[in-house]
């Protein structure tokens, strides 16, 4: 491919002068189209090893070129453009003569039909490629990929075959029932998995935007809306306040013209535009303000743009590539399950193996007895519930954060937050509300708080602590000011008050509404009769208004560092007076103070009868402080988020000094804390960066790639990460993450798509929720597969040991299958909604390595497994210690009556051993009505394992008979002995561990 890019740059340097006539499109023809890998399912343009855009071109090197006006730009000849070289554009780099030129466009008429259709045949829709689902069917077989699930399939298999090889006078319903309960199990818990993680999807597809974005298209002289897929490149578009940027677009023209970046740059303030910049190859995408992106907003002012990215080549399509290229992993708890389920396959496989050789040995038995031992024997020891329980217990917990405000997309993501270490978080609209806010107004008179969050209308201007008078003269001109000089407005949507334009401008209509002045109250007395509107050289706006009694005023806003200057008086008391060096001193100095605190600064001031010269002689009214505040409950949760051993790290696309300030104000940032750039992280190598991001707890303008990295990064140290976003940039960020959190008012389609987690009140607190619950859930899933593995234990002794008696009549695999899942899952599933500790948000995080169960919990196992399967061995011994215990009958029926009380017995014993799993060390009778799902868990499963023994009907499947009395009594009594066993190890546990934390 390299090879095909030198041949056309030589066939372009030798036709160049014969082509001199010949039209641009002609020749554009002529170039060798890139080649098309497929990646991940989408195409991706490939030339010299990386990949490129539409129209990029064999280009390399860049010259700077001369700064364009902003009159039209009309078609130009080719040889206006920079010679094509090696490599990928640099649009900012070119002039908007250059641009039009590069796709052979004309800057004032637009493209016409024909040559839309010929570049929309070779280019494609403007559309990011939809990220590929899986189908229904795929979701549904993923269910069954499982060791423990393929082994539970081969069991059925085998029981399946032994009972048609068999044969036997028994119905088909008798014969078969151990193979249609297996198949049964396995199937349910596909189908609960399967729809807990549709309905999830379904959720989320409630979150995207219904309606696809338009645009405004000039083509053939007409300006015309059209849908932005229709886009191609060379098209011209027109924007406004409130248009949403449908391409990468290089500007042609702008009049006051700015747009906001948050969602692909992380910039939380109005990025002003200027169509006549000159700017360097290596400016950093928000500094590129003559280009607008795809994803982005304009919200003041009006410009017209070139197309020269569309779709999968545009800034935003880019990222899609990093998103394509991140790393998606198990979930820890998928892992530590994954290792437990391993472990219990190999014992399963290995102890059936050993009975069946050690069967075949002995050689007297015939194989298809073997094989039902060895069934029996995995269907004892595979906790055929876990499956489907934990399903149960994460789709309970993933009910319970929806109501708490997180979507959870993969169920086992509901656990992930609870073993965080790390929470990466991004600061605009996350941390802080998105919602500029007006905290401090200075004036010559003195300085003003401003409460109030936001752009709600509660809130005052007070001054020590008590509300100022509004009429003064002062805080009325400096109120009329925020409000004239102001193109903002309201709108109200999904219930809430958003802005449309500037959030700065916004933000002076609130300050001005609580000092009691309305723009459209003011606009009713007062008559405008100019404006000059913002722009980045001179960095102020002003009004000329008329009022009532014939007077002449001028309002202007601007940068205090520009207006301080063009002030020669001061609104003082009321009254307008020289402005002498001291005071000038003073407010500069008053100026640099806000800023330090990362506030942002507008001077407000006005001119009596001002001449044409409108912006000169000016009276300084006040300054305006402002910023994006912190949520209100941010703090509280950050400090429970340190008291849980989580660290909080801010990752931002803001300025550094801005990201400290909201860093410190929420807590995030400590004792021994550093801050660090995209650049000087750009510049750190690997090695260093690792010994040094431990300590870092602000990471401020950072692009997309460098989000990635860190999270890469720390999940080399070992930590478990979780990233919030809501940007485009924090996409690749969050598939990287071992659970990537977006949010899903504010939030971009690509980032939550790229996400585990959804956030629909976009708040950090709701993460903090999120981790108790997932802790609690982890907790929770611990206890249940103690009950349940300890339970099979006590199962696959009695198989063992009973396999060696032949005289014995062993449980059949049906029977084993009811105790797994009839009697003993409800229990488990109880278990799954334990009430959580309340002390384990002080705990510090789970090591990533440590397995689902310890070593302690294994003995712990194979000792209720020794008493409750001894138990169970010890009533075939009935007929000769104590037969009189038993109802009457030959000695054959009473080995049989034997067996339907050892039955009863393993299915009756975990329903007491339940109260043991709470804890491992608190005792069973410490709260023992806090979790009343349990008590009914218990009853119901004692009830239905009842019926097994009192409907005549079910004795012949079950191998059951009506117990008498007595045989209920020895039964029961034996039953009770896990907890009193266990009430004695958890005495010598706390009385040598001393006060053990409830767990």
């Known amino acids: ?98 641009a039009v030129a590069y796709w052979d466009a004309d800057g004032e008429r637009g493209l016409t039909g024909a040559e839309v259709s010929e570049r929309r045949a070779r280019m494609g829709e403007n559309a990011l490629p939809a990220p590929p689902r899986p189908s229904a069917w795929k979701q549904l077989f993923a269910q069954l990929a499982d060791p423990l699930v393929g082994a539970l399939l081969v069991a059925a298999m085998v029981s399946m075959g032994v009972a048609i090889f068999q044969g036997g006078d028994e119905s088909w319903l008798a014969r078969f029932s151990d193979t249609l309960a297996i198949l049964l199990i ?131 399509g880019r990222i899609g590539t990093l998103i394509r290229g991140a790393e998606q992993q198990d979930t820890p708890l998928e892992q530590r399950l994954a290792r437990l389920g391993n472990i219990i396959l190999l014992i399963c496989l290995g102890l059936s193996v050993l009975l069946f050789v050690l069967g075949v040995v002995q050689g007297d038995r015939s194989w298809t007895i073997l094989l039902l031992t060895a069934v029996s024997l995995a269907v004892a020891a595979i906790p055929e519930g876990l499956p489907a329980i934990t399903t149960i217990t994460l789709a309970l917990g993933m009910q319970r954060m929806a109501q708490r405000g997180a979507i959870v997309r993969k169920l086992p993501a509901v656990e992930t937050l609870g073993s965080a270490t790390v929470i990466c978080s991004d600061k605009t609209g996350t941390l802080t509300q998105n919602a500029m806010t007006v905290r401090a107004v200075e004036t010559a008179d003195g300085a003003f708080d401003v409460t109030g969050e936001g752009y709600a209308d509660g809130g005052e201007v007070q001054r020590d602590g008590e509300p100022v008078d509004r009429d003064t003269t002062t805080l009325r001109a400096l109120a009329e000011v925020a409000a004239l000089c102001n193109s903002a407005t309201f709108e ?12 700065t401008e916004a933000a002076l209509l609130v ?35 008329r009022r009532p009694d014939g007077s002449r005023v001028a309002f202007v806003k601007g940068s205090p560092d520009q207006l301080l200057t063009l002030c020669d008086r001061v609104l003082r008391d009321g009254e307008i007076v020289p402005m002498d060096e001291e005071t000038r001193a003073e407010l500069g100095s008053r100026n640099e103070a806000y800023a330090v605190r990362a506030l942002r600064v507008l001077a407000l001031a006005i001119r009596p009868e001002p001449d044409e010269d409108v912006e000169r002689d000016l009276v300084f009214v006040g300054f305006a402080a402002m910023l994006d505040p912190p949520r209100p409950e941010v703090r509280t949760a950050v400090e429970e988020c340190h008291r849980a051993g989580i660290r909080v790290v801010m990752i931002t696309g803001d300025h550094k000094l801005t990201a400290v300030a909201i860093a410190k104000e929420l807590g995030i940032w400590r004792e021994g804390s550093v801050a ?102 982890f907790r929770n899933i611990q206890k249940f597969i103690f009950f349940l593995n300890s339970s099979n234990a006590g199962l696959v002794v009695a198989v063992i040991a009973g396999s060696f008696f032949e005289w014995m009549p062993q449980l059949t695999p049906l029977q084993l299958l009811w105790v797994n899942l009839v009697t003993n899952g409800l229990p488990a599933l109880a278990l799954g909604v334990d009430p959580p500790d309340p002390g384990q948000m002080s705990d510090p995080p789970r090591d990533p390595g440590e397995g689902i169960v310890g070593w302690n919990d294994f003995f712990g196992m194979l000792l209720v497994g020794i008493v409750m399967g001894g138990a169970a061995l010890s009533l075939y011994w009935l007929p000769t210690w104590a037969p009189d215990l038993l109802a009457g009958g030959s000695h054959d029926h009473q080995l049989e009556r034997c067996r339907a009380m050892a039955f009863t017995l393993l299915a009756v014993s975990p329903l007491f051993h339940a109260f043991n799993c709470r804890s491992r060390s608190r005792s069973a009778f410490t709260r023992p009505f806090s979790n009343r799902a349990l008590w009914l868990a218990i009853a119901i499963s004692f009830s239905v394992h009842a019926v097994t023994i009192l409907v005549p009907g079910l004795h012949p499947v079950f191998k059951t008979y009506f117990l008498a009395p007595m045989e209920w009594a020895v039964v029961l009594g034996l039953a009770f002995l896990p907890i009193p066993i266990f009430e004695v190890i958890k005495v010598v546990l706390r009385a040598t561990r001393g006060a053990a934390a409830p767990r």
């Not at 109200?492 to 959030?503: A, L």
């Open 1 to 98: 491919m390299a090879g095909s890019l030198f041949r056309c740059r030589a066939r372009w340097l030798t036709r160049k002068r014969s082509l001199q006539g010949k039209s641009v499109r002609g020749r554009r023809r002529e170039r060798t189209p890139p080649r098309a890998l497929r990646v991940g399912g989408r195409a991706v343009l490939i030339a010299g090893g990386r990949a490129r855009g539409y129209g990029d071109g064999p280009r390399g090197k860049r010259d700077h070129v001369a700064e364009s006006d902003q009159a039209p730009v009309r078609r130009a000849p080719r040889e206006t453009a920079p010679p094509p070289k090696r490599g990928q554009v640099d649009w900012h780099v070119l002039d908007a003569p250059a």
């Open 676 to 777: 660090m750039t995209g650049g000087e992280i750009q510049e750190t190598d690997e090695q260093r960066l690792l010994s040094k991001i431990e300590n870092v707890s602000v990471f401020a303008r950072t692009t997309a790639e460098q989000k990635l990295r860190l999270v890469r990064s720390l999940k080399r140290l070992g930590q478990v990460v979780a990233m919030t976003g809501d940007g485009v940039n924090d996409a690749p960020a969050l598939r990287e993450a071992q659970i990537g959190v977006a949010m899903g008012l504010g939030g971009t389609d690509v980032a939550r798509e790229a996400a585990e987690m959804v956030l629909a009140d976009d708040n950090f607190a709701t993460i903090v929720e999120a981790v108790r619950e997932g802790r609690a859930i």
């Open 186 to 316: 396995v199937i349910v818990n596909a189908l609960l998995g399967f729809f807990q993680e549709r309905r999830a999807e379904q959720a989320l597809d409630a979150l995207q935007k219904m309606a696809a974005p338009n645009a405004k298209v000039v083509r053939e002289g007409a300006v015309a809306v059209l849908p932005a897929r229709a886009l191609v490149p060379g098209d011209l578009v027109e924007l406004a306040a409130g248009d949403a940027v449908p391409a990468d677009l290089r500007l042609l023209s702008s009049q006051d013209f700015g747009t906001e970046e948050a969602a692909l740059t992380g910039e939380s303030t109005v990025v002003s535009k200027d169509a006549a910049a000159t700017l360097r190859a290596d400016a950093p995408l928000p500094e590129r303000v003559n280009m607008v992106y795809m994803g982005t907003t304009s919200v003041r002012g009006r410009a017209r743009g070139l197309v020269v990215q569309t779709g999968a080549y545009t800034e935003l």
């Open 511 to 545: 300050l001005a509404k609580k000092l009691g002045v309305e723009r459209a109250a003011l606009l009713e007395t007062l008559e405008v009769e100019k404006e000059l509107p913002f722009d980045s050289d001179r960095k102020r706006m002003s009004v000329v208004a």
């Open 492 to 503: 109200e949507k999904d219930g809430q008050r958003r802005p449309v334009g500037d959030p």
